[in-house]
Nanobody
Framework: QVQLVESGGGLVQPGGSLRLSCAAS????????MGWYRQAPGKQRELVAA???????NYADSVKGRFTISRDNAKNTVYLQMNSLKPEDTAVYYC?????????WGQGTQVTVSS
């Protein structure tokens, strides 16, 4: 089992920045990749960014150049640095861990971009 705890969401003005954190615990040795997904009202959950255990990253086209995913292995934590935020980035952001034992999700954190 893997437990994920997210933090860092909130309200920010357009053009602002936020950093999300996701701390993993439990069977972290089984994790192959971690990522951030988001779900806006009335829309399907979508991948925002992911990072593998080898350090490879990928991003949704809509966030390339604005968001950066990174990890701190010593803290078992993955971060999502979000810059130049737009109103369309408003959503609940979920941390995901893809492990040998299955997929695990955090509880979600709300990000609202509004003036």
């Amino acid at each position: 089992q893997v437990q994920l705890v997210e933090s860092g969401g909130g309200l920010v003005q357009p053009g602002g920045s936020l950093r999300l954190s996701c701390a993993a615990s439990g069977s972290i040795f089984s994790i192959n990749a971690m990522g951030w997904y988001r779900q806006a009202p009335g829309k399907q959950r979508e991948l925002v960014a992911a990072i593998t255990s080898g350090g490879s990253t990928n991003y949704a086209d809509s966030v390339k150049g604005r968001f950066t995913i990174s990890r701190d292995n010593a803290k078992n934590t993955v971060y999502l640095q979000m810059n130049s935020l737009k109103p369309e980035d408003t959503a609940v952001y979920y941390c995901n861990a893809r492990a040998r034992t299955g997929d695990y999700w955090g509880q979600g954190t709300q990000v609202t971009v509004s003036s």
